[in-house]
């Protein structure tokens, strides 16, 4: 049985009962494919189809899903399906045309482990059967590009013998990964360095000579499905050439102290690798030492510094690339001030009102210059300068409150010292005017001295304000009246001296010493000259 049925419409044919095989006639059909009964037969006494879909492109039944992009280390799965998936007989996947893989049954393809080769044009083809009809579908080409995750790394490194150095291995992931976790690994010739460590940098302290050679890095995924490893760069260590050498000391300005340790130090600006330093005597061309050591600073130390090591001084360092020399520096070796000596000199035999006082202060050991300090019962009265040896003195004009104890101090910059304390006694000069056989000490015969001599004094223009002098140098009252000598007997013996012809005082003179006087030339003892004054005031001696 057939039937007739429009252009663009389905003609089927039933062959069986409850089977029905449609083919489409539309011309619009190429090839024509075959159809499904959808309904099964409703009468078993007349056949027929209620429907039947025919399959107008690939993807009405069979497509493939696949994603477009990927990276590479990514899982790709490519995955093939139809309608009616349990009709599919055989599954074959394509890759730029060329056969990947087949299976009998449902099934995807897999890419485990995507590669940047993976990139292509994937397809699937899938062999179905109904009843007796076997029949092929293709589906749509579908692109594939897979990216690097990252790209190769690169080294860096700058390397100068004797400095630290960062060795560095560079990449970068795209902005959408930026999240996946890196594992770094560096490698020198056959050793390997850091293996599989989360820092994309490592150090080397103090890079030699020693670490020359290929270099290269790796990077991994932590899952090690993507792993790249960069060129091999080769380094070269390679030296700086010494520059810059200075001498210093410690302490430091070449200063040194006699009996303590100096040390030279020699040290360089620039410079790597072992360094050999020297140094020198310049004045004496003398060799004192020399050290090799990897170090831009070495030090040579003289134990115990006395007057022979004061000169000028140099160092020298080599690293292979020639000899330089530093500038020369002054070696002053200082011995402390010891301790001083104070010494109190008075014109007579003890101090006196009136005295004018040395005070000499030496330190007999010492770099001058060296200062002095003077002191009176720890009152500091001044101080003096000596640019060399010899100690320094300071005056002092001596009154009744200067009896006490001195002490001086020596000091030069690495210490002062203290001398020990002298004790002084300042006492009232002893008087150079008397009066004498009178009832009191403020009344009788007038007296002088000199050179450790008593004699008279000659009443020639002898009147009150002499007298007034006398009694002011005595500690007495006021002058009363100006009596001849003769009254206060017994008189004087005639080989006693006469020392004042006159005196001219004009009353205000604090000794009959200060008075304008015309010594003796005519005058005997019975012309001698007589003080009365108030007696009984307060007297200080």
Not at 290 to 298: D, E, G, M, N, V
Not at 349 to 369: I, Y
Not at 418 to 436: D, F, G, Y
Request: charged share 20%; hydrophobic share 30%; with cysteine.
């Amino acid at each position: 049985m057939s039937l007739r049925v429009p252009k663009g419409s389905v003609l089927c044919s039933c062959v069986c009962v409850c089977v029905c095989v449609c083919v489409c006639t539309s011309a619009h059909i190429i090839p024509p494919a075959p159809c499904e009964w959808e309904s099964g037969c409703r009468d078993p006494g007349r056949v027929s189809c209620s429907h039947c879909g025919c399959l107008t492109s690939f993807a009405d039944w069979l497509s493939i899903d696949m994603p477009s992009y990927a990276y590479e280390g990514d899982e790709v799965v490519v995955k093939c399906s139809g309608e009616r998936n349990n009709r599919i007989m055989t599954l074959t996947y394509y890759k730029d045309g060329s056969l990947l893989a087949t299976y009998h049954n449902l099934s995807s393809y897999t890419i485990s482990n995507a590669r940047p080769s993976d990139s292509g044009s994937y397809s699937c083809e899938a062999n179905r059967k109904f009843f007796f009809v076997h029949k092929t579908e293709k589906t749509r080409s579908v692109w594939l590009t897979v990216q690097d995750l990252f790209p190769p790394p690169t080294l860096t490194i700058r390397p100068i013998e004797g400095s630290s150095v960062t060795v560095s291995c560079d990449t970068w992931l795209p902005w959408n990964r930026s999240d996946t976790q890196l594992h770094y690994s560096f490698f020198r010739d056959d050793h390997t360095l850091i293996s599989n460590g989360s820092s994309s940098e490592f150090q080397i302290p103090a890079i030699g000579k020693g670490d020359s050679g290929y270099y290269w890095c790796e990077v991994a995924t932590a899952s090690h499905s993507v792993s790249k490893q960069g060129q091999r760069s080769h380094v070269l260590v390679q030296s700086v050439p010494v520059s810059g050498v200075l001498l210093d000391t410690q302490p430091q300005g070449g200063q040194a102290l006699a009996g303590e340790p100096l040390v030279l130090v020699c040290s360089v600006a620039e410079g790597t690798g072992d360094i050999a330093f020297s140094w020198h005597r310049e004045d004496t061309g003398e060799h004192l030492g020399r050290k090799q050591q990897r170090s831009q600073r070495a030090e040579l130390e003289i134990p115990a510094v006395g007057g022979s090591h004061m000169g000028r001084y140099y160092c020298t360092a080599d690293n292979g690339h020639g000899l330089a020399r530093s500038g020369a520096l002054n070696v002053t070796v200082r011995a402390p001030a010891s301790r001083p000596v104070l010494t109190l000199r008075v014109p007579g035999t003890r101090a006196v009102v009136g005295d004018v006082m040395e005070l000499h202060c030496e330190a007999h050991r010492g770099s001058p210059p060296i200062l002095y300090r003077f002191y009176y019962d720890d009152v500091f009265l001044g101080s003096r300068s000596a640019t060399s040896g010899g100690g320094a003195s300071f005056k002092l004009f001596l009154t009744a409150e200067h009896s006490g104890n001195y002490s001086c101090e020596a000091d030069n910059g690495l210490g002062a010292q203290r001398s020990e304390a002298i004790t002084l006694s300042v006492t009232e000069p002893p008087p150079k005017i008397r009066l004498i056989n009178g009832p009191h000490r403020c009344e009788g015969l007038v007296q002088v001295e000199r050179e450790g001599h008593w004699g008279t004094v000659c009443d020639d223009g002898w009147d009150t304000k002499d007298v007034a002098v006398v009694c002011r140098e005595l500690g007495c009252g006021a002058a009363k009246h100006t009596p001849p000598g003769k009254l206060y007997p017994p008189l004087p013996e005639e080989d006693q001296p006469i020392f004042i012809q006159v005196a001219l005082c004009n009353g205000t003179e604090n000794t009959l010493a200060e008075c304008e006087q015309v010594e003796i030339f005519d005058c005997e003892h019975s012309e001698d000259a007589g003080a009365v004054c108030e007696a009984f005031l307060p007297h200080f001696t």
